[in-house]
């Protein structure tokens, strides 16, 4: 976790029931493993200790955002703060760093992004992705740093630029996935990093070519910021 965040006490059991969920979800989905099997995989004889703990899917869900989006958010707020201190607060590039080296950084102790692995799962089971807008409140960081990089695209209509984040969004939680999962890759996880954050920053604000020239006019809809 991120120096700038205090970790949150949690009993023991509940933080290997975490740990275990993120890891199995990430790896296999949230549709395919059961809360029985998170709870024989994390070593508790009761096979009814989701429950007794969560409540059930959708409270170990919280558990999972509620333990990894403060610090994900605090290292934002200080990529951020750093960023304004060199001037760069409008630069496409330093804001998308902002937004997903806390995503590069989080490793698990197998050095596996097991974060990054459980959200791209989130992203393919709506009912979790409803979860995620629910917790909001917890990465005031992460929705400002979302209002910055589409102010820093005037030419691009809101709703693509949502249509954008999104997409850019996906390609980073693969990119990241796929490098854990070669263990011949040849680049460092940085490097590849590095390399897809450039092609975000040359994609995310290419003119468009496409859609109605006016919808840049029309009324905002909500910033359908859940998937970040």
């Not at 080296?101 to 959200?119: C, I, K, N, T």
Request: aromatic share 4%; proline share 6%; glycine share 6%.
């Amino acid at each position: 976790m991120s120096p700038t965040a205090a970790p949150v006490k949690r009993p023991k059991s509940r933080v290997v029931i975490v740990d275990v969920a993120e890891r199995l979800w990430g790896e296999r989905g949230l549709d395919a493993v059961s809360l029985r099997e998170i709870s024989a995989a994390a070593g508790l004889s009761n096979p009814a200790s989701v429950q007794y703990h969560f409540g059930g899917r959708d409270g170990l869900v919280n558990a999972i955002y509620t333990g990894r989006l403060p610090a994900i958010d605090a290292r934002r707020s200080a990529l951020l703060a750093a960023a304004r201190v060199k001037g760069k607060e409008a630069d496409l590039r330093t804001l998308l760093d902002c937004l997903f080296r806390p995503l590069l950084e989080q490793q698990d102790e197998r050095g596996q992004h097991s974060y990054a692995s459980f959200l791209r799962q989130v992203l393919q089971f709506e009912p979790a992705i409803a979860l995620r807008g629910q917790a909001m409140s917890l990465t005031p960081v992460t929705v400002e740093l979302l209002l910055l990089i589409e102010k820093a695209m005037p030419d691009v209509p809101p709703q693509l630029v949502q249509h954008r984040l999104i997409a850019m969004n996906l390609l980073m939680l693969d990119v990241l996935i796929r490098h854990d999962r070669d263990p011949e890759a040849e680049l460092l996880v940085e490097e590849i990093y590095a390399d897809t954050l450039d092609i975000l920053v040359a994609g995310i604000a290419a003119c468009p070519t496409t859609g109605n020239p006016n919808v840049r006019h029309a009324a905002k809809t909500d910033r359908d910021s859940n998937e970040i």
